[in-house]
């Protein structure tokens, strides 16, 4: 294994023992130098398994396995070698499932339990805040779930959330916050944010099952470290302590997910809590020329509390950045369209190589606008996921139901989806029964008093369902997953129920297409695990569809088009030429950030940083004079980060910038309270 490194990457890799901070600056390589200082860590005689490796995307973890397995001879598919001893690499959240599969009935849930998607935790939030007779103005499920994430992400438990609460809206949430977790352990089932807070539990309150987790490992390595929120911290630290060889990698300048719970001060003060640490500092880019990097070196250091770095280019110099200045959103959205236009026209750029980043969701409109009418193709990040069509979430919620009929939010999505004669008449009485006796639906479904006041209908859509549960739980033993589910799609009539609903032609085939990436995406996962099961696969899809952070899915990277996106969404990604566009006091720094602790605006400086970070050829930032709002046009301020990239922070128009843009906002604040 020869490889070229540069001095810093070079001592990353052979540190192989002790703590380790790797401070990796944008383009500098990093994901390289992990997996090589991996295979290092084989040659050197530890075994693979007890390697464990952590990520925040399954891109990330996909992508460090593939190099891994490269580096081990392990590519090549055969049944003997999927049986070799791997470094288990893989999310927080997969990891987490990993050690409750083990330990999940210490804390009463059943080892072979349920992840819940956000559909299904909508399904229960609803339910609860119908049972505390909330009404749907007051708080809508989305709102409380929102809530509950917030404090799982710090956190905090049933039981403490009363404490914390603040406001009315809190102090609901908190009262629904102990139903719902119980509504969640008698289906046997976790959300995506209690794999994190459970397995911390586990870790915390049972010292036989931290020393049995930690044992597992010798050597434990975190990617993005700084992403870290704060069960994620405590979790890593039980796992190392114990032989101490943890290395973590990461970039403070590029803490961007504070707002999901990440705390920077985990990769500041790495050092204290580790003081034998050895840092190294990889500050080399191989990404962005010289010109943008001085303007990214330049903007950055306005931050205090951050490691002192640089990032160092590895080519020329470049093109300077631009700044560019439009008389409105609409302006800015035809000029930024007419100059891709005219470089697309040479033909020596492809769309493919620009990129529109923003800073909020509401931004992007202007700009489709402007591109569909230049007949350009571009592609917007973050529309709605494949696994939330209806189609796809059916077949999934069939799959659930099969492998778990625990499972009440799956098994009343398709009770009677094909229908089977189980009105809602009817499932309202399996309801009531199951609420009252504190069962599951499923368990009802077994009271022959309640199923002799049933319809003969709905008694035969029952042993329906009874049957297809027996049937395909025992053929997934029996036969391949692929053709399990291939054939409990036709056995329940599922497309024919699509031709019935959708006469359109074009629409049926959009959506038998969907049901038929299903069967695609078991027959892929039975082909990468080692041990297929359908709980595997759903653990799969459900992590897949939840990753924390940003970024495209390898579908859209393959389409030549122009991407749109937030600034979130663009990490770890990079484009030739990249549009920075509303560089405006209230968007970008967010108008929630102004006049409040300097922590959030240090925050927004690093998003502008990633923004910058994403250019390998030229940069163009831009700002419009005037915006609308609610209707009318109203005049906007460039934002502080506009004078701090350029030098010119002390100009006295940087701080009349921030003050009129504060002045706006209590305006704004003034004017919605009074409206009230």
């Not at 399996?430 to 309640?450: I, Q």
């Not at 739980?473 to 291939?486: G, I, N, P, Q, Y």
């Not at 695609?520 to 695990?529: L, P, R």
């Amino acid at each position: 294994m020869a490889y070229k490194l540069n001095p810093a990457q070079h001592e990353a890799v052979h540190t192989l023992g002790g703590p380790l901070l790797v401070l990796a600056g944008a383009g500098s390589g990093k994901t390289r130098v992990v997996t090589i200082r991996i295979g290092k860590l084989i040659q050197n005689g530890i075994q693979p398994d007890r390697i464990l490796a952590v990520t925040f995307t399954n891109k990330a973890a996909k992508e460090m396995q593939h190099r891994i397995a490269g580096e081990l001879g392990l590519n090549r598919k055969g049944g003997a070698r999927k049986k070799t001893p791997r470094p288990q690499i893989g999310t927080f959240h997969s990891t987490c499932v990993r050690i409750l599969k083990r330990h999940a009935p210490k804390l009463g849930y059943p080892a072979q339990f349920t992840i819940y998607d956000r559909g299904d935790q909508e399904s229960i939030a609803r339910q609860v805040l119908r049972d505390l007779r909330v009404p749907n103005e007051t708080m809508r499920p989305g709102d409380l779930l929102n809530q509950l994430s917030t404090w799982k992400n710090g956190a905090v438990r049933p039981e403490q959330a009363g404490d914390v609460a603040r406001t009315d809206k809190e102090h609901l949430a908190a009262a629904g916050y102990r139903r719902y977790q119980q509504a969640l352990k008698l289906c046997g089932a976790f959300d995506f944010d209690d794999l994190l807070l459970a397995t911390e539990q586990l870790l915390s309150d049972f010292a036989d099952v931290a020393r049995e987790e930690a044992q597992r490992f010798d050597h434990v390595l975190v990617d993005e470290y700084q992403d870290t929120n704060g069960s994620q911290y405590r979790i890593i630290k039980q796992l190392s302590i114990g032989h101490r060889n943890l290395c973590v990698v990461g970039d403070d300048d590029q803490s961007i997910y504070g707002w999901r719970g990440a705390e920077v001060q985990h990769i500041l003060n790495f050092k204290r809590d580790w003081p034998d640490a050895k840092v190294v500092r990889l500050e080399e880019n191989y990404r962005s020329t010289g010109a943008i990097l001085a303007m990214a070196n330049r903007l950055i250091v306005f931050n205090k509390q951050r490691h002192d770095k640089m990032l160092i280019p590895a080519r020329g110099m470049g093109q300077q950045p631009r700044i560019l200045q439009f008389k409105t959103e609409v302006e800015e959205a035809q000029g930024v369209a007419a100059e891709i236009a005219r470089r697309l026209e040479d033909r020596q750029f492809e769309p493919k190589d620009f990129a529109i980043l923003f800073r909020t969701n509401e931004q992007p409109r202007v700009f489709e606008t402007e591109l569909r009418r230049a007949k350009l193709p571009y592609m917007l990040t973050g529309s709605q996921s494949f696994f939330d069509r209806k189609e796809v979430r059916d077949i999934l919620a069939y799959i659930r139901m099969i492998d778990s009929p625990r499972d009440e939010a799956s098994l009343l999505r398709i009770i009677n989806v094909p229908p089977r004669g189980l009105g809602a008449k009817s499932v309202e009485q399996l309801l009531d029964r199951a609420v009252r006796d504190g069962k599951s639906v499923w368990e009802a479904m077994e009271f022959k008093d309640l199923a002799e006041k049933l319809p003969e209908a709905a008694k035969k859509g029952i042993a329906q369902l009874k049957g297809i549960a027996a049937r395909f739980s025992e053929m997934a033993t029996k036969t391949t997953l692929v053709e399990t589910v291939r054939e409990l799609i036709t056995s329940i009539g599922y497309e024919a129920e699509v031709r019935r609903l959708y006469p359109n032609p074009e629409e049926q085939q959009s959506r038998v297409a969907a049901i038929e990436e299903v069967v695609n995406a078991v027959a892929e996962y039975e082909e990468e695990a080692d041990e297929p099961t359908l709980n595997g696969f759903l653990e799969e899809v459900t992590l897949a569809g939840r990753e924390f952070g940003g970024g495209s899915n390898d579908k859209d990277k393959a389409r030549n088009a122009i991407s749109l996106m937030t600034l979130h969404s663009a990490k770890g990604l990079e484009f030739p030429f990249v549009y920075m566009v509303g560089m405006e006091e209230g968007l970008l720094p967010h108008r929630r950030s102004i006049g409040e602790a300097d922590e959030q605006i240090d925050e927004e400086r690093r998003l502008c940083y990633v923004g910058i970070t994403r250019a390998q050829d030229e940069l163009t930032l831009s700002v419009s004079l005037q915006r609308m709002k609610w209707g009318k046009l109203r005049p906007t301020f460039p934002s502080r980060f506009l004078y701090e990239v350029t030098g010119q922070a002390d100009n006295p128009n940087c701080l009349k910038s921030i003050r009129g843009a504060k002045d706006e906002i209590r305006k704004a604040a003034r004017s919605k309270s009074t409206s009230k």
